[in-house]
DNA sequence: ATATTTATTCAAGTTATTTGAATTAAGTAT
DNA sequence: ATACTTAATTCAAATAACTTGAATAAATAT
């Protein structure tokens, strides 16, 4: 088991220009079109500071000028907006059966992707495949690797399953004592970043979907299990040894179904791909695709909409707990599963009263699907890089 | 309701100086006695700066040589640790029938602590009283006001009930729309941190406690209810509106005990002071102090072990949620519950398999007691103010 | 037209860092 | 004992990035 262990540094000259690329660049993300005098106001950092922060983001091509702000008293302000296609970013999604590839430009837009079936999964198979179809994204958006951020990899977890005693079965074979960060970034000589499933998903919705204002929220992960990524202040939850998450364990029906972890009544034997397809399998459906399932749900099968009302149910149940305990702005469904079935899902959610979550002034809705499909994982290894471009690392509690 | 949402704002010299400054702190607090070039190489700076920094602290008189490590080959590293005398903070709790203060040297030890009965908690009567303490501690334990990092004040939450459907009854009345922060240091000239009293009792544990070298863990609180405080990279979660860890009213039981908050099965309602005393009430037994509580477990009263039994199962169930969700190194049991029946609810805890942290090779145990008793909170207060002069804002992540 | 406001530019000035050379002092090998 | 190695420490200079302050530019308001 890998420990993910942080500790804090200190800073100098050089590492406080990185930090402060990524406070004005997180602000002009989130606020764009702007100006220097707004950024330098809302950043706490001088004019000039900005200034010549911005000047070289311009020169990198990062940010673009898009003519003067008009409309009130003083010398109109240079607006800067990203520059989307100045930079991109690769994600991997590696699955049981298959590889994944999307690519994103600087603003998060989805520019390529690809789907590639393969039954051997082992790192000695899939790192040449996985450095292939990299080079082919390149061609493909006629792109120079000088212009590539990064690549984000992402596995379901959790990880170092081995250590621990049969909780869940490697899901990735193989992979489990890989340093997968190291083997990649050799591999492919660029920045990798590697994380689960749900937790790249949960970035994604941050750096182009439904949660890009919003800094804390939960997001509830459909894949095979049921995951749970977090972000609190804008940064991302790993938990102490990056298995923090796991929320498809959590019981709610004690003596429930048997789950594969050994306990009972887990979540994710109730609210899953899988759980879904055991569901329907002991009723003769099989549904094996997401496909079938948007189907199923189309022609109203009585079958399938009473596994939507037993796992709503149970989902309900996990939304008190996340508001509870997270005090989230909003959490948001998605993953590996049909929009119109997270729609469904939802719609059938009975929103617990007692929860700090149910003020009287909300501005957003307890919960939202998100916005990046079944590719999801995937965009989210490549959102992970630039996520990391723009978030800043000090954070100041005002 | 008070939104504390943060943002990051740009480092400059100054910043970044206060930041190096607590970095060097927090490496010195968690490996004292400890020399200047080990500093540098732990913390990324340059031998140079940290001995700039540590002279520093030395002529404020924060840190104290202690002498030269020998054993090794080269010159002799001289060694630092903390000053404990050299500076204090003063933590407040505001309870519905009392407030409490404790006074804490900068090593987190308590050296003064005063109980004052009150009747009248609105923000007219407790102000003046509490600002009256402050000046009895300092007296008491003859220091200067300059050594006064600040004073922590600590009260249940959730904040802004008024704002939500009913979940909870303000619990101290009257201060629910006061910016408590800002009117205790206009009232006390000098730096405060506000903060709920599981979030504070979390801290106290790494200022001071069981928890002083880890970084992530979950602390469960039992006051009146049930919170829980969670601390991830040394930092602690606060969540959008600041009622982060309202763990009591995570249902343990569908259709179980009717909870205040209009919910059935809550988790308070079964393992909290309050269940306590109504499981026993029903059986003619009056319990209203913890030391009433310890009695009866000293006696090995039948009723009181079958609500341990029970409050003990329920937490277990509570345990595999924050084990599966946060993947916390440790889980601290504490809070204002005498040491006896925390032990015995330990104890009796059974442990789910199907968790994360269901390691093998585990190096701490999975829960804890916390180490600072029925006074937690109040030196959670205190150990705000420590724990914010010795806590870092770069992260990074290796 | 003139005053006011705000953004921007240019040119120092400041802070806290890093770098490099010289010094000190202990342990280790001969 | 003596010389060698290793590591901590000190001193002085160089550097990077930020802040400050004065001057300029271009709008709106009176």
Redesign the pocket.
């Known amino acids: 088991m890998k420990d993910i262990k942080t500790h804090s540094i200190?800073?100098?000259?050089?590492r406080?220009?990185t930090?402060?690329?990524r406070v004005v660049l997180d602000y002009v993300r989130a606020n764009e079109p702007t100006?220097?005098?707004?950024i330098s106001?809302s950043c706490?950092?001088?004019?000039?500071?900005?200034?010549?922060?911005i000047e070289a983001l311009q020169n990198e091509g990062l940010l673009v000028a898009v003519g003067?702000?008009?409309?009130?008293?003083?010398?109109?302000?240079?607006q800067y907006k990203f520059n989307p296609e100045s930079a991109f970013s690769v994600g991997i999604e590696l699955r049981p059966d298959a590889l994944i590839c999307a690519t994103l430009n600087l603003k998060g837009d989805c520019i390529y992707r690809e789907r590639l079936a393969i039954s051997d999964t082992s790192p000695a198979k899939a790192i040449p495949e996985i450095c292939d179809m990299v080079d082919r994204a390149i061609v493909k958006i006629k792109r120079s690797r000088e212009q590539l951020l990064g690549v984000g990899v992402v596995m379901p977890g959790p990880f170092g399953a081995s250590e621990m005693s049969d909780l869940e079965a490697a899901i990735v074979p193989d992979w489990d004592d890989v340093d997968v960060q190291k083997v990649f970034e050799e591999a492919l000589k660029c920045p990798v970043i590697a994380e689960n499933d749900a937790t790249a998903a949960a970035i994604s919705e941050r750096v182009a979907g439904v949660a890009s204002a919003i800094d804390t929220y939960c997001f509830v992960y459909f894949g095979a299990g049921l995951g749970l990524g977090v972000m609190t202040n804008g940064h991302a939850q790993r938990g102490a040894f990056g298995n923090f998450g796991e929320i498809g364990h959590v019981i709610t029906q004690v003596g429930g179904n048997e789950c594969s972890c050994g306990n009972y009544g887990c979540l994710e034997t109730y609210a899953s791909r899988i759980s879904a397809r055991k569901f329907l399998a002991v009723r003769g459906i099989d549904v094996s695709s997401g496909a079938e399932m948007a189907t199923l749900l189309e022609q109203n099968n009585p079958d399938f909409i009473e596994w939507i009302d037993i796992a709503a149910k149970h989902l309900s149940q996990a939304i008190g707990i996340l508001e509870n305990i997270f005090d989230p702005e909003t959490i948001v469904f998605g993953g590996a599963m049909p929009d119109a079935v997270i729609d469904a899902l939802i719609e059938r959610l009975e929103l617990p009263q007692g929860s700090v979550a149910n003020r009287k002034h909300r501005t957003i809705k307890r919960v939202l699907r998100g916005s990046s499909g079944h590719f999801t994982a995937a965009i989210g290894g490549a959102s992970l890089i630039i996520h990391q471009t723009t978030t800043p690392s000090i954070a100041v509690y005002s």
């Open positions: 200190g800073g100098n000259a050089g406080n220009r930090h402060n690329r100006g220097r005098a707004e106001k706490g950092l001088s004019f000039q500071a900005v200034s010549n922060i003067h702000k008009t409309g009130e008293r003083g010398q109109p302000a240079a």
